[in-house]
């Protein structure tokens, strides 16, 4: 079974920082996933990833294979990015398969 | 489409009673997962079902969950008897079989179990 860490679990910063939020799992995977979790509870997938780099908006996402490690960066953080990041892992060789998930990190954004 | 749909939002029932959640995945998708989130252990898988079949269901944790999908529209989550531990935040997420198969997330159930 994949274990997949994150860190660090609670991030506290000042609006507009850079922020980078880390992942690494223990076996190989077929895609890691970067999810975001508001108070109150949806969750929205960010990014899917099996490979190199995606970017979207102020958010970006690489991925580096052979160390088993991921990071979610954001720039210019605003208050609106305050929400729980969850980093989750996918082992199928194809398809969908169920998801293996970290215990996610906290961010708050202070204006 | 309106995404995953999930009911009820919110549940509380009584330790013993039969609790069934109710999932409609998006349309067109062939994947159908649903997932537990609690504060001790976070999100972790239960099932999942592939065109209606299940596909691993190891992490059901006992006997008393059992889940069924009759139909690629409509997937049920059924907890009989029900036990205070089994409070938590039921999701079920949906996917395509494609490549790039993300996963879709429902509002999920916020089961209280007395």
């Known amino acids: 079974k994949n274990e997949v860490e994150q860190s660090p679990q609670n991030l506290t910063a000042q609006e507009g920082e850079f922020i980078t939020i880390n992942c690494s799992y223990s076996v190989g995977i077929s895609a890691l996933h970067w999810l975001q979790q508001h108070p109150g509870g949806g969750i929205v997938s960010l990014f899917m990833?099996?490979?190199g780099k995606k970017k979207h908006g102020r958010l970006i996402a690489t991925i580096n294979i052979q160390e088993k490690h991921s990071s979610l960066h954001i720039t210019a953080s605003h208050p609106r990015d305050s929400a729980v990041y969850i980093c989750?892992?996918?082992?199928?060789?194809?398809?969908?398969?169920?998801?293996?998930f970290g215990k996610g990190t906290h961010l708050i954004i202070q204006p | 489409d309106a995404g995953v749909i999930q009911s009820p939002r919110h549940e509380v029932t009584e330790m013993g009673q039969e609790v069934t959640l109710r999932c409609k995945p998006i349309s067109g998708h062939d994947y159908l997962f649903w997932y537990r989130q609690t504060m001790m252990r976070g999100l972790e898988l239960l099932i999942y079902?592939?065109?209606?079949?299940?596909?691993?269901d190891s992490g059901m944790p006992e006997d008393r969950f059992s889940a069924k999908m009759p139909n690629a529209s409509f997937s049920t989550l059924k907890i009989q008897p029900s036990e205070p531990r089994d409070s938590a935040v039921y999701f079920c997420a949906s996917a395509w079989d494609g490549y790039y198969n993300e996963q879709f997330f429902g509002p999920g159930t916020r089961l209280t179990v007395l």
């Open positions: 989750a892992v996918s082992n199928s060789g194809g398809g969908a398969d169920g998801l293996t």
């Open positions: 990833l099996s490979s």
């Open positions: 079902f592939n065109n209606n079949v299940p596909i691993d």
